[in-house]
């Protein structure tokens, strides 16, 4: 009985685990498309925004347990010439879960 729960138990953390990795992945793969983008891109101005395919699937496309937003934050935040991108990966199983990653990206101009 204790083998069958432990099994269990087992299985249940090598799925969060995976979850979490493919979270990880999503985020990274977000922040470095915005971060690539050429300066003063509509998609790196200030603001909130989510991924039009949301949820996603682990591997981007459509239809997952994934959702996937990010926040680009006013000009010249956290210091002169930069903004702070923050993006976050939500999903559920047996409770809802919440990954970040955040970077700094530079504004087309400076003074922002």
């Not at 977000?30 to 682990?58: F, H, W």
Request: charged content about 15%.
């Amino acid at each position: 009985m204790a083998f069958a729960a432990n099994t269990i138990w087992l299985t249940h953390d090598e799925k969060s685990a995976d979850s979490t990795s493919a979270a990880h992945a999503l985020a990274q793969q977000k922040l470095e498309q915005l971060r690539s983008m050429p300066l003063g891109a509509t998609e790196v101005a200030t603001g909130s925004y989510a991924d039009p395919a949301n949820p996603l699937g682990a591997d981007g496309t459509a239809g997952g347990a994934f959702t996937r937003t990010w926040t680009v934050s006013p000009n010249n935040s956290p210091t002169f010439g930069l903004r702070t991108v923050t993006v976050r990966v939500s999903w559920r199983d047996t409770r809802l879960h919440v990954t970040a990653l955040a970077a700094y990206i530079r504004c087309s101009t400076i003074p922002c």
